[in-house]
Protein backbone atom coordinates (compact mmCIF):
# COMPACT_ATOMS: atom_id res chain seq x y z
CA UNK A 1 0.00 0.00 0.00
CA UNK A 2 0.88 3.28 -0.37
CA UNK A 3 2.76 5.45 2.30
CA UNK A 4 2.25 9.04 2.37
CA UNK A 5 4.88 10.09 4.37
CA UNK A 6 6.89 10.10 1.54
CA UNK A 7 4.59 12.66 -0.16
CA UNK A 8 6.37 16.06 -0.10
CA UNK A 9 5.01 19.19 -0.87
CA UNK A 10 6.31 20.30 -4.20
CA UNK A 11 7.00 16.61 -5.25
CA UNK A 12 4.56 15.62 -8.49
CA UNK A 13 2.27 12.52 -7.85
CA UNK A 14 0.88 10.53 -10.87
CA UNK A 15 -2.13 8.29 -10.66
CA UNK A 16 -2.34 5.50 -12.91
CA UNK A 17 -5.38 3.89 -13.14
CA UNK A 18 -5.40 0.06 -15.13
CA UNK A 19 -7.11 -2.59 -15.92
CA UNK A 20 -6.11 -4.17 -12.51
CA UNK A 21 -6.00 -1.80 -9.54
CA UNK A 22 -4.73 1.82 -8.70
CA UNK A 23 -1.00 2.86 -8.47
CA UNK A 24 0.77 5.61 -7.53
CA UNK A 25 4.26 6.66 -8.76
CA UNK A 26 6.18 10.00 -6.93
CA UNK A 27 8.74 11.89 -7.57
CA UNK A 28 10.91 15.51 -6.19
CA UNK A 29 12.92 15.29 -9.18
CA UNK A 30 10.96 13.70 -12.32
CA UNK A 31 13.74 11.56 -12.91
CA UNK A 32 13.79 8.94 -10.16
CA UNK A 33 10.34 7.96 -9.37
CA UNK A 34 8.75 5.31 -7.00
CA UNK A 35 5.76 3.24 -8.01
CA UNK A 36 3.31 1.72 -5.70
CA UNK A 37 0.06 0.22 -5.91
CA UNK A 38 -2.69 1.67 -4.09
CA UNK A 39 -5.43 -0.60 -4.00
CA UNK A 40 -8.35 -1.96 -5.35
CA UNK A 41 -6.59 -4.71 -6.80
CA UNK A 42 -8.01 -6.73 -9.76
CA UNK A 43 -10.19 -3.45 -10.60
CA UNK A 44 -10.69 -1.71 -13.43
CA UNK A 45 -10.06 1.90 -12.15
CA UNK A 46 -10.70 3.90 -15.78
CA UNK A 47 -10.04 7.19 -14.06
CA UNK A 48 -8.04 8.21 -11.02
CA UNK A 49 -7.91 11.90 -9.67
CA UNK A 50 -6.15 13.71 -6.60
CA UNK A 51 -8.35 16.54 -5.48
CA UNK A 52 -6.23 19.02 -3.46
CA UNK A 53 -8.96 22.01 -3.14
CA UNK A 54 -9.53 21.12 0.55
CA UNK A 55 -7.10 19.06 1.75
CA UNK A 56 -5.99 16.07 0.09
CA UNK A 57 -8.60 13.29 -1.21
CA UNK A 58 -8.05 10.93 -4.15
CA UNK A 59 -11.17 10.00 -6.45
CA UNK A 60 -11.03 6.37 -8.28
CA UNK A 61 -13.94 5.35 -10.48
CA UNK A 62 -13.87 1.31 -9.96
CA UNK A 63 -15.32 -0.48 -12.24
CA UNK A 64 -15.35 -3.91 -10.78
CA UNK A 65 -15.47 -7.03 -12.82
CA UNK A 66 -18.10 -8.96 -10.67
CA UNK A 67 -20.43 -7.39 -8.13
CA UNK A 68 -20.84 -3.24 -9.21
CA UNK A 69 -19.49 -0.20 -9.84
CA UNK A 70 -18.22 2.56 -7.69
CA UNK A 71 -17.08 6.16 -7.29
CA UNK A 72 -14.62 5.32 -4.39
CA UNK A 73 -12.35 7.99 -2.35
CA UNK A 74 -9.28 7.90 -0.24
CA UNK A 75 -8.09 10.80 2.35
CA UNK A 76 -4.83 8.80 3.11
CA UNK A 77 -3.63 8.02 -0.92
CA UNK A 78 -5.08 4.71 -1.48
CA UNK A 79 -4.60 2.93 2.22
CA UNK A 80 -8.60 2.90 3.07
CA UNK A 81 -11.71 3.75 0.76
CA UNK A 82 -14.96 4.95 1.48
CA UNK A 83 -18.12 4.15 -0.69
CA UNK A 84 -19.98 7.70 -0.86
CA UNK A 85 -22.95 7.58 1.36
CA UNK A 86 -25.49 8.38 -1.85
CA UNK A 87 -23.55 6.65 -4.68
CA UNK A 88 -24.12 6.85 -8.28
CA UNK A 89 -27.00 4.73 -8.71
CA UNK A 90 -29.93 5.31 -11.06
CA UNK A 91 -33.40 5.45 -10.28
CA UNK A 92 -34.98 2.01 -10.25
CA UNK A 93 -38.05 3.68 -12.21
CA UNK A 94 -35.34 5.04 -15.05
CA UNK A 95 -34.71 1.61 -16.41
CA UNK A 96 -30.92 2.33 -17.07
CA UNK A 97 -28.09 0.38 -15.59
CA UNK A 98 -24.55 2.09 -14.59
CA UNK A 99 -21.83 0.28 -16.83
CA UNK A 100 -18.68 2.68 -15.87
CA UNK A 101 -17.71 5.14 -14.57
CA UNK A 102 -15.63 7.53 -16.78
CA UNK A 103 -14.61 10.43 -15.38
CA UNK A 104 -14.10 12.15 -11.87
CA UNK A 105 -13.89 15.78 -12.59
CA UNK A 106 -12.98 18.10 -9.36
CA UNK A 107 -15.40 21.31 -9.88
CA UNK A 108 -13.88 25.24 -9.95
CA UNK A 109 -11.51 26.99 -7.52
CA UNK A 110 -14.46 28.44 -6.11
CA UNK A 111 -16.57 25.73 -4.95
CA UNK A 112 -14.19 23.19 -3.26
CA UNK A 113 -17.00 20.84 -1.99
CA UNK A 114 -18.38 20.30 -6.02
CA UNK A 115 -17.09 16.99 -8.29
CA UNK A 116 -18.35 16.01 -11.40
CA UNK A 117 -18.41 12.35 -12.91
CA UNK A 118 -19.15 11.27 -15.92
CA UNK A 119 -20.43 7.60 -16.74
CA UNK A 120 -21.84 5.39 -19.16
CA UNK A 121 -24.87 5.66 -19.99
CA UNK A 122 -23.95 9.17 -20.71
CA UNK A 123 -25.05 11.22 -17.67
CA UNK A 124 -23.13 14.02 -15.77
CA UNK A 125 -23.03 13.09 -11.66
CA UNK A 126 -22.50 15.96 -8.99
CA UNK A 127 -21.84 16.36 -5.56
CA UNK A 128 -21.65 19.38 -3.81
CA UNK A 129 -20.13 17.67 -0.28
CA UNK A 130 -17.00 16.11 -1.75
CA UNK A 131 -18.39 13.26 -2.87
CA UNK A 132 -20.47 11.92 -0.21
CA UNK A 133 -23.45 12.05 -2.05
CA UNK A 134 -24.32 12.27 -5.89
CA UNK A 135 -26.79 13.45 -7.85
CA UNK A 136 -27.52 13.41 -11.76
CA UNK A 137 -27.71 16.21 -14.00
CA UNK A 138 -31.61 15.75 -15.19
CA UNK A 139 -30.97 18.69 -18.26
CA UNK A 140 -28.74 16.22 -19.93
CA UNK A 141 -30.62 13.68 -19.05
CA UNK A 142 -34.51 14.87 -20.20
CA UNK A 143 -32.16 16.05 -23.21
CA UNK A 144 -35.12 16.15 -25.83
CA UNK A 145 -32.46 14.33 -28.37
CA UNK A 146 -31.17 11.03 -26.14
CA UNK A 147 -33.52 8.52 -27.61
CA UNK A 148 -31.17 8.59 -30.80
CA UNK A 149 -27.91 8.72 -29.01
CA UNK A 150 -25.49 5.95 -29.62
CA UNK A 151 -22.46 4.45 -28.19
CA UNK A 152 -19.26 4.14 -29.53
CA UNK A 153 -17.25 0.74 -29.08
CA UNK A 154 -16.69 1.85 -25.34
CA UNK A 155 -19.73 2.32 -24.86
CA UNK A 156 -22.58 5.58 -24.55
CA UNK A 157 -19.89 7.15 -22.10
CA UNK A 158 -19.66 10.94 -20.74
CA UNK A 159 -15.97 10.87 -20.53
CA UNK A 160 -14.82 14.83 -20.42
CA UNK A 161 -16.14 16.88 -17.93
CA UNK A 162 -14.91 20.89 -18.08
CA UNK A 163 -16.59 22.97 -16.11
CA UNK A 164 -15.45 26.92 -16.78
CA UNK A 165 -13.29 28.13 -14.56
CA UNK A 166 -14.37 32.13 -16.21
CA UNK A 167 -18.18 31.40 -15.95
CA UNK A 168 -20.09 29.13 -13.04
CA UNK A 169 -22.69 28.72 -15.49
CA UNK A 170 -20.77 27.12 -18.55
CA UNK A 171 -19.72 23.69 -18.84
CA UNK A 172 -18.74 21.40 -21.68
CA UNK A 173 -18.55 17.40 -21.54
CA UNK A 174 -17.76 15.38 -24.54
CA UNK A 175 -19.95 12.02 -25.03
CA UNK A 176 -18.81 9.09 -27.89
CA UNK A 177 -20.72 8.67 -29.74
CA UNK A 178 -22.97 12.18 -29.55
CA UNK A 179 -20.17 14.87 -29.76
CA UNK A 180 -19.29 17.62 -27.82
CA UNK A 181 -22.18 19.67 -25.67
CA UNK A 182 -21.88 22.84 -23.31
CA UNK A 183 -24.46 24.38 -21.26
CA UNK A 184 -24.74 28.38 -20.38
CA UNK A 185 -27.29 27.77 -17.69
CA UNK A 186 -25.71 25.63 -14.90
CA UNK A 187 -27.25 22.29 -16.58
CA UNK A 188 -30.31 23.37 -16.96
CA UNK A 189 -30.24 23.17 -20.59
CA UNK A 190 -27.45 22.02 -23.26
CA UNK A 191 -26.42 22.74 -26.51
CA UNK A 192 -24.59 20.79 -29.46
CA UNK A 193 -21.16 22.51 -30.21
CA UNK A 194 -19.93 20.10 -32.92
CA UNK A 195 -20.61 22.48 -36.37
CA UNK A 196 -17.72 21.41 -38.35
CA UNK A 197 -16.28 18.37 -36.95
CA UNK A 198 -16.70 15.43 -38.90
CA UNK A 199 -18.21 11.87 -38.38
CA UNK A 200 -16.81 9.66 -41.67
CA UNK A 201 -18.77 6.42 -40.32
CA UNK A 202 -22.15 8.73 -40.84
CA UNK A 203 -23.82 8.85 -44.19
CA UNK A 204 -24.07 12.80 -42.96
CA UNK A 205 -20.43 13.46 -42.53
CA UNK A 206 -21.00 16.73 -40.19
CA UNK A 207 -24.14 15.73 -38.16
CA UNK A 208 -25.74 18.34 -35.32
CA UNK A 209 -25.02 15.10 -33.29
CA UNK A 210 -23.74 11.37 -33.25
CA UNK A 211 -19.41 12.43 -33.33
CA UNK A 212 -17.11 10.71 -31.91
CA UNK A 213 -15.31 13.05 -29.53
CA UNK A 214 -12.46 11.02 -27.76
CA UNK A 215 -10.94 13.88 -25.41
CA UNK A 216 -11.61 17.60 -25.02
CA UNK A 217 -9.25 20.35 -23.27
CA UNK A 218 -9.06 23.96 -22.46
CA UNK A 219 -7.15 26.85 -22.93
CA UNK A 220 -6.21 28.32 -19.46
CA UNK A 221 -6.27 31.68 -20.06
CA UNK A 222 -8.65 31.62 -22.94
CA UNK A 223 -11.76 30.27 -21.72
CA UNK A 224 -13.47 30.31 -25.37
CA UNK A 225 -10.52 28.08 -26.93
CA UNK A 226 -10.87 24.22 -26.90
CA UNK A 227 -9.10 21.19 -28.16
CA UNK A 228 -10.57 18.04 -29.11
CA UNK A 229 -9.38 14.83 -30.06
CA UNK A 230 -12.01 13.04 -32.42
CA UNK A 231 -12.25 9.84 -33.58
CA UNK A 232 -12.09 11.57 -37.04
CA UNK A 233 -9.59 14.61 -36.53
CA UNK A 234 -8.01 16.65 -34.27
CA UNK A 235 -9.68 20.35 -34.02
CA UNK A 236 -9.33 23.49 -32.31
CA UNK A 237 -12.34 26.07 -31.44
CA UNK A 238 -11.70 29.76 -30.78
CA UNK A 239 -15.45 30.29 -29.70
CA UNK A 240 -16.15 28.03 -26.99
CA UNK A 241 -17.72 25.28 -29.61
CA UNK A 242 -20.22 27.43 -31.72
CA UNK A 243 -17.46 25.75 -34.61
CA UNK A 244 -14.24 23.64 -34.98
CA UNK A 245 -11.33 24.11 -37.32
CA UNK A 246 -9.26 20.92 -38.03
CA UNK A 247 -5.98 21.38 -36.70
CA UNK A 248 -4.77 17.67 -38.36
CA UNK A 249 -2.41 19.34 -40.76
CA UNK A 250 0.38 16.57 -41.74
CA UNK A 251 -0.18 14.17 -38.51
CA UNK A 252 -0.08 10.98 -39.74
CA UNK A 253 -3.45 9.76 -39.09
CA UNK A 254 -7.11 12.14 -38.39
CA UNK A 255 -7.14 9.10 -35.42
CA UNK A 256 -6.57 8.78 -31.78
CA UNK A 257 -7.21 9.77 -27.91
CA UNK A 258 -6.00 11.67 -25.86
CA UNK A 259 -4.98 15.20 -25.92
CA UNK A 260 -2.92 17.49 -22.82
CA UNK A 261 -2.17 21.18 -22.89
CA UNK A 262 0.45 23.21 -21.14
CA UNK A 263 -0.87 25.21 -18.85
CA UNK A 264 1.80 27.47 -19.05
CA UNK A 265 2.56 27.69 -22.62
CA UNK A 266 -1.12 27.04 -23.60
CA UNK A 267 -0.73 27.35 -27.11
CA UNK A 268 1.23 23.74 -26.74
CA UNK A 269 -0.90 20.39 -27.49
CA UNK A 270 0.28 17.03 -27.16
CA UNK A 271 -1.76 14.29 -29.43
CA UNK A 272 -0.90 10.96 -29.88
CA UNK A 273 -2.23 9.64 -33.26
CA UNK A 274 -2.54 6.03 -33.77
CA UNK A 275 -3.38 3.62 -37.30
CA UNK A 276 -7.18 3.78 -36.57
CA UNK A 277 -6.97 -0.65 -37.64
CA UNK A 278 -4.49 -2.05 -34.90
CA UNK A 279 -4.94 1.50 -32.75
CA UNK A 280 -1.31 1.59 -32.48
CA UNK A 281 1.61 3.87 -33.20
CA UNK A 282 1.34 4.28 -36.93
CA UNK A 283 4.75 2.99 -38.64
CA UNK A 284 7.61 1.98 -36.36
CA UNK A 285 8.14 4.51 -34.31
CA UNK A 286 6.40 4.87 -31.17
CA UNK A 287 6.16 9.06 -31.44
CA UNK A 288 4.06 12.05 -29.22
CA UNK A 289 3.07 14.71 -31.34
CA UNK A 290 3.14 18.53 -29.72
CA UNK A 291 2.17 21.61 -31.66
CA UNK A 292 3.55 24.88 -29.90
CA UNK A 293 1.64 27.26 -31.87
CA UNK A 294 -2.01 26.08 -31.30
CA UNK A 295 -2.23 23.50 -34.00
CA UNK A 296 -0.45 25.25 -37.10
CA UNK A 297 2.58 22.99 -37.21
CA UNK A 298 3.16 19.53 -35.17
CA UNK A 299 6.88 17.78 -34.36
CA UNK A 300 6.88 14.29 -33.70
CA UNK A 301 8.79 13.65 -30.53
CA UNK A 302 10.95 10.29 -30.03
CA UNK A 303 13.65 10.78 -28.28
CA UNK A 304 13.73 8.62 -25.09
CA UNK A 305 10.54 6.36 -27.05
CA UNK A 306 10.51 2.99 -28.19
CA UNK A 307 10.79 1.85 -32.06
CA UNK A 308 11.26 -1.05 -34.09
CA UNK A 309 9.17 -3.94 -36.04
CA UNK A 310 8.02 -5.26 -32.49
CA UNK A 311 6.62 -1.89 -31.28
CA UNK A 312 2.89 -1.61 -31.00
CA UNK A 313 1.78 0.85 -28.64
CA UNK A 314 -2.15 2.27 -27.87
CA UNK A 315 -2.98 4.75 -25.33
CA UNK A 316 -6.28 5.32 -24.17
CA UNK A 317 -8.12 8.77 -23.90
CA UNK A 318 -7.42 9.31 -20.67
CA UNK A 319 -3.97 7.63 -20.32
CA UNK A 320 -2.08 11.54 -21.35
CA UNK A 321 -2.04 13.97 -19.46
CA UNK A 322 0.51 17.43 -18.43
CA UNK A 323 2.12 18.50 -15.08
CA UNK A 324 1.65 22.13 -13.95
CA UNK A 325 5.33 22.54 -13.13
CA UNK A 326 7.53 24.81 -15.64
CA UNK A 327 8.36 23.07 -17.47
CA UNK A 328 5.57 20.95 -17.18
CA UNK A 329 6.06 17.09 -17.36
CA UNK A 330 3.97 14.82 -19.69
CA UNK A 331 3.08 11.28 -18.99
CA UNK A 332 1.87 8.57 -21.37
CA UNK A 333 0.57 5.19 -19.93
CA UNK A 334 0.00 2.72 -22.70
CA UNK A 335 -2.84 -0.36 -22.78
CA UNK A 336 0.31 -2.59 -22.33
CA UNK A 337 1.56 -1.09 -19.03
CA UNK A 338 4.31 0.82 -19.73
CA UNK A 339 4.53 4.24 -18.65
CA UNK A 340 7.01 7.34 -20.28
CA UNK A 341 7.58 10.70 -18.56
CA UNK A 342 8.65 13.47 -19.92
CA UNK A 343 10.37 16.35 -17.26
CA UNK A 344 11.19 18.62 -20.50
CA UNK A 345 7.87 19.59 -22.19
CA UNK A 346 8.30 16.53 -24.49
CA UNK A 347 11.68 17.13 -25.41
CA UNK A 348 13.24 13.66 -23.98
CA UNK A 349 11.44 11.08 -22.77
CA UNK A 350 11.91 7.88 -19.96
CA UNK A 351 10.18 4.61 -18.91
CA UNK A 352 8.86 5.41 -15.32
CA UNK A 353 7.02 1.98 -14.94
CA UNK A 354 6.74 -1.30 -16.90
CA UNK A 355 4.98 -4.48 -16.67
CA UNK A 356 1.80 -2.44 -14.90
CA UNK A 357 -1.79 -3.92 -16.15
CA UNK A 358 -3.32 -1.93 -19.04
CA UNK A 359 -3.29 1.82 -18.21
CA UNK A 360 -6.75 3.31 -18.53
CA UNK A 361 -5.79 6.82 -16.96
CA UNK A 362 -2.79 8.81 -16.08
CA UNK A 363 -3.36 12.29 -13.99
CA UNK A 364 -1.05 14.30 -12.38
CA UNK A 365 -0.72 16.13 -9.21
CA UNK A 366 2.39 18.63 -7.90
CA UNK A 367 1.36 18.63 -4.14
CA UNK A 368 0.50 21.43 -2.32
CA UNK B 1 -57.55 -16.55 14.62
CA UNK B 2 -54.41 -15.89 12.27
CA UNK B 3 -51.64 -18.62 12.86
CA UNK B 4 -48.55 -16.75 13.55
CA UNK B 5 -46.28 -16.83 10.28
CA UNK B 6 -42.53 -18.04 10.55
CA UNK B 7 -40.22 -16.41 8.01
CA UNK B 8 -37.78 -18.86 6.87
CA UNK B 9 -34.12 -18.62 7.84
CA UNK B 10 -31.03 -18.99 5.33
CA UNK B 11 -27.90 -19.38 5.88
CA UNK B 12 -25.76 -17.09 2.87
CA UNK B 13 -22.13 -17.79 2.15
CA UNK B 14 -20.21 -14.73 0.81
CA UNK B 15 -17.64 -14.38 -1.52
CA UNK B 16 -14.11 -13.10 -0.42
CA UNK B 17 -14.84 -10.13 -2.24
CA UNK B 18 -17.75 -9.22 -0.63
CA UNK B 19 -16.66 -10.17 2.93
CA UNK B 20 -15.76 -6.50 4.13
CA UNK B 21 -19.10 -5.04 3.73
CA UNK B 22 -20.13 -7.72 6.19
CA UNK B 23 -17.79 -7.30 8.72
CA UNK B 24 -15.32 -9.89 6.99
CA UNK B 25 -17.49 -12.64 7.84
CA UNK B 26 -17.84 -15.63 5.61
CA UNK B 27 -21.75 -16.56 6.32
CA UNK B 28 -24.62 -14.72 7.92
CA UNK B 29 -27.93 -16.15 8.69
CA UNK B 30 -31.04 -14.29 7.58
CA UNK B 31 -34.58 -13.94 7.00
CA UNK B 32 -36.50 -14.34 3.72
CA UNK B 33 -39.05 -16.58 1.80
CA UNK B 34 -37.21 -15.96 -1.47
CA UNK B 35 -33.99 -14.83 -2.76
CA UNK B 36 -35.47 -11.92 -3.24
CA UNK B 37 -36.30 -11.07 -0.05
CA UNK B 38 -33.15 -12.63 1.20
CA UNK B 39 -31.37 -9.96 -0.64
CA UNK B 40 -33.40 -7.42 0.95
CA UNK B 41 -32.69 -8.51 4.20
CA UNK B 42 -29.01 -8.74 3.50
CA UNK B 43 -28.78 -5.35 2.22
CA UNK B 44 -30.98 -4.15 5.66
CA UNK B 45 -27.83 -5.50 7.78
CA UNK B 46 -24.91 -4.42 5.22
CA UNK B 47 -25.83 -1.51 3.61
CA UNK B 48 -25.19 -1.34 -0.47
CA UNK B 49 -24.50 -5.28 -0.61
CA UNK B 50 -27.82 -5.21 -2.92
CA UNK B 51 -26.40 -3.02 -5.67
CA UNK B 52 -23.38 -5.38 -5.36
CA UNK B 53 -25.57 -8.15 -6.56
CA UNK B 54 -28.37 -6.41 -8.27
CA UNK B 55 -28.49 -3.82 -10.94
CA UNK B 56 -30.67 -0.72 -10.13
CA UNK B 57 -33.27 -2.18 -12.03
CA UNK B 58 -33.14 -5.19 -9.48
CA UNK B 59 -32.47 -7.66 -11.91
CA UNK B 60 -29.27 -10.15 -10.83
CA UNK B 61 -25.89 -8.84 -11.99
CA UNK B 62 -24.68 -10.77 -15.23
CA UNK B 63 -21.62 -12.25 -13.18
CA UNK B 64 -23.17 -13.46 -10.23
CA UNK B 65 -24.22 -16.68 -8.83
CA UNK B 66 -26.51 -17.22 -6.60
CA UNK B 67 -27.10 -21.24 -5.44
CA UNK B 68 -29.98 -22.41 -3.60
CA UNK B 69 -28.31 -25.30 -1.54
CA UNK B 70 -26.83 -27.10 -5.41
CA UNK B 71 -29.55 -25.15 -7.49
CA UNK B 72 -28.41 -21.79 -9.34
CA UNK B 73 -31.58 -19.78 -9.16
CA UNK B 74 -31.38 -18.97 -12.82
CA UNK B 75 -32.27 -22.35 -13.13
CA UNK B 76 -35.23 -21.92 -10.75
CA UNK B 77 -37.44 -19.40 -10.81
CA UNK B 78 -34.54 -16.70 -10.00
CA UNK B 79 -34.77 -14.05 -7.71
CA UNK B 80 -38.69 -15.72 -7.30
CA UNK B 81 -37.11 -18.73 -6.02
CA UNK B 82 -38.79 -19.84 -2.84
CA UNK B 83 -36.57 -20.08 -0.08
CA UNK B 84 -37.10 -23.19 3.20
CA UNK B 85 -36.55 -22.65 6.58
CA UNK B 86 -32.55 -23.48 7.22
CA UNK B 87 -31.73 -23.50 3.65
CA UNK B 88 -28.10 -22.62 2.54
CA UNK B 89 -27.40 -20.33 -0.20
CA UNK B 90 -23.72 -19.69 -1.81
CA UNK B 91 -22.97 -16.09 -3.77
CA UNK B 92 -20.41 -16.74 -6.04
CA UNK B 93 -19.02 -14.72 -9.14
CA UNK B 94 -18.95 -16.50 -12.19
CA UNK B 95 -15.94 -18.21 -14.18
CA UNK B 96 -15.38 -15.59 -16.48
CA UNK B 97 -12.27 -15.39 -18.58
CA UNK B 98 -9.82 -17.96 -19.96
Not at chain 1, 78 to 98: A, D, N, R
Not at chain 1, 232 to 250: F, L, M, P, S
Not at chain 1, 347 to 361: E, K, M, R, T, V
Request: aromatic content about 10%; glycine content about 10%.
Amino acid sequence: MSNNHTYQPGSVLVLVGTKRGLFLLNSRDREIWNVEAAGLPGHRVYHAILDQRDGRRLFAADNGDFFGVFLRYSDDFGQSWHEPEQGIQFPESSGLKLNNIWVIEPGRPGEPGTVYAGVDPASLWISTDGGVTWNFNAGLADHPTRERWEPGAGGLCLHTIIPDPSNASRMWIGISAVGCMRTDDAGRSWVFANKNTRADFSPIKYPEFGQCIHRLVQHPTRPDVLYQQNHCGIYKTTNAGEDWIDIQQDLPSQFGFPIALDVHQPDTVFVVVEDPDGRNNVGKQFTIYRTENGGEQWQPLTKGLPGGSGVRLGVLRHAMCTDTNDPCGVYVGTNTGQLFASHDRGDSWQLIADFLPPIYSVTAAVLV
Amino acid sequence: MDLPVTIPNATVSLPNALRARAGNRRTVVVNGSTIREIIAALDHDFPGLRFNLCYETGELRSYVNIFLDRENIRYLDGLDTPVRNGATIHILQSVAGG
